[in-house]
């Protein structure tokens, strides 16, 4: 029964390539394409829900569009896109991106999608119309499954019972997984990650290579995420990858974060196997980046480069676009920062209350409480982080976590000098120490690993990572043979099989093990 369920998952698997040469892929994520149709007439309406977001929403369709003259130029075998394909999930801004994928799909490019937090059953789908709005039809997850049928949804693809996790094989030899957990609250189920590593087994005992798509991050991209932005990071991530891992996936493309950034998660003490999550930014904001590998012909190495949309026809350069109107309104944007990591963040503000009530801060209850203290202090050192970690490789660029330290440290000093009474000044310098060692303790790691690049900062574990230009290798998929079935039907005489110490065997192997026959190995597991 277990040979014929992994021979029904092999063949199953979807095949739209059968050249085994040196491939391109291209991933490109967090669309937040936004149909034309939705902006009914301009107005304040749009114009303040334009001011909480940093996307370019009104120009996103054709930012989108032009993708496909990329996918003309430089011809990639696949397109991966993990999520977020849409503003809020409206049907229309679906069928405008599937207009899109459609053209790349015309030239001949196999293109994968998956859902993202956006796209399905989204209740801020709605219509501008100056100063009002009004619902617009959005799409379950059945709706979502049969519009994109062509693009990894197919009847030819394995199918998860219970979300929209598919896995197909776009090229022969590589095995695609779009892992969707938007249904289970960002973390797998006990019944999804079955059936993943149930194929996943499968496909490698066929030699294939394994990758997968997730729209989270499948690990923390630098320390404490998954605390202080928990959103972001799969849950109980560790456990995750390590299952992924021993099952063969190594390679993950992620979104969501809307970095250009690259992690390692070593799942052992001596550094020798280890998950690989490549986050890829978004078209629609600064520095709208996206990706290209050229991958070898056994998917075991992957050289990645960066591309970037600048110039759009009938709109401008959106890179700068992008960055002027991410400045115009960056209060409103950390604003919504905060409020959607809010709930660890109140945490933290909980468990320093007692040093916050020294300095009369006790009452920051809101989001826009905190960041208008924040802006006040520390706009610029804000921003400065901000963009230096969207645009990835930050150890090469010019803002490094010893000067953003000073920053801060100044700020603080500054603080203290408008909260405190005139009857506390004496103790400035004391509560000044109190909140440098909290900073040291609480803000500093995660600045650390932000601003050097640092996969599992403070272990023995740690390394760096290039998020722009890397190369990336994984073990080669052997294919393997089960059970003495897997011994083919003109085997030599039972006499000539041999251990690999030379032990002529007098019968045909019973145990486990490697045995050779003139000119020929098996493998018997």
Request: aromatic share 8%; net charge negative.
């Amino acid at each position: 029964m277990k040979l014929k369920r992994t021979l029904i998952v092999i063949l199953a698997l979807w095949t739209l390539s059968t050249t085994a040469q040196e491939k391109r892929v291209m991933v490109m994520s967090n669309l937040y394409v936004m149909s034309p149709e939705l902006l009914v007439q301009e107005g304040s309406a749009f114009t303040e829900a334009s001011k909480l977001s940093p996307f370019m929403y009104k120009e996103s369709s054709q930012i989108f569009s032009t993708m496909v003259d990329s996918v003309r130029k430089y011809r990639p075998d696949l397109v991966l896109i993990p999520g977020d394909l849409t503003k809020g999930g409206e049907l229309l801004s679906h069928q405008t991106v599937l207009s899109t994928l459609n053209a790349m799909r015309q030239e001949g490019v196999a293109v994968l999608v998956i859902p993202g937090e956006q796209d399905i059953n989204n209740e801020n789908a709605v219509y501008y119309n100056g100063r009002n709005t009004s619902p617009a039809e959005t799409v379950t997850a059945e709706q979502f499954a049969e519009l994109y049928k062509a693009y990894g949804y197919g009847d030819l693809s394995l199918r998860d019972a219970q979300t929209l996790s598919y896995a197909c094989e776009p090229i022969e030899g590589l095995v695609v997984f779009g892992i969707d957990l938007q249904s289970s609250e960002g973390g797998f189920t006990p019944e999804t990650m079955a059936w993943l590593t149930d194929v996943a087994d499968a496909a490698t005992k066929e030699g294939k290579q394994l990758v997968g798509m997730i729209h989270r991050n499948a690990i923390e991209h630098f320390k404490a995420q998954s605390e202080i932005a928990a959103s972001c990071v799969v849950t109980e991530w560790e456990a995750a990858a390590k299952e992924l891992v021993q099952h063969g996936l190594r390679l993950v493309f992620t979104g969501h974060q809307h970095v250009q950034d690259i992690a390692k998660l070593y799942i052992n003490d001596e550094c020798t196997d280890s998950l690989i999550d490549v986050a890829t930014g978004t078209l629609t904001m600064y520095p709208n980046a996206w990706r290209l590998f050229n991958v070898n012909e056994q998917f075991t190495e992957w050289s990645g480069q960066t591309g970037y949309v600048i110039e759009v026809p009938n709109v401008g350069n959106v890179q700068v676009m992008s960055k002027a109107h991410a400045d115009t309104n960056f209060k409103n944007i950390l604003t919504h920062l905060i409020a959607a990591n809010w709930e660890p963040i109140a945490q933290k503000l909980e468990e320093n209350a007692d040093n916050l009530k020294r300095i009369h801060l006790e009452n920051i209850q809101t989001p826009e409480e905190l960041s208008d203290l924040a802006i006040k202090y520390l706009d610029g050192t804000f921003r400065k982080v901000l963009y230096a970690h969207l645009e990835g490789n930050e150890p090469q660029g010019p803002v490094k976590s010893e000067d953003i330290q000073s920053e801060i440290e100044d700020a603080a000093w500054n603080l203290l000098g408008d909260q405190l009474k005139w009857y506390e000044i004496a103790e400035k310098p004391i509560i000044y120490l109190v909140i440098k060692d909290m900073l040291k303790d609480e803000l500093y790691p995660g600045l650390n690993s932000i601003l050097g690049d640092i996969n599992q900062y403070d272990t023995p574990q740690a390394s760096v990572t290039d998020d722009l230009t890397p190369v990336m290798i994984l073990p080669r998929a052997e294919k393997r043979y089960d059970g003495l079935h897997a011994l083919p039907a003109d085997a030599q005489p039972v006499t000539m099989f041999y251990t690999l110490d030379g032990r002529q065997l007098q019968s045909t192997p019973q145990q486990k093990g490697i045995y050779v026959t003139p000119g020929k190995k098996y493998i018997l597991r």
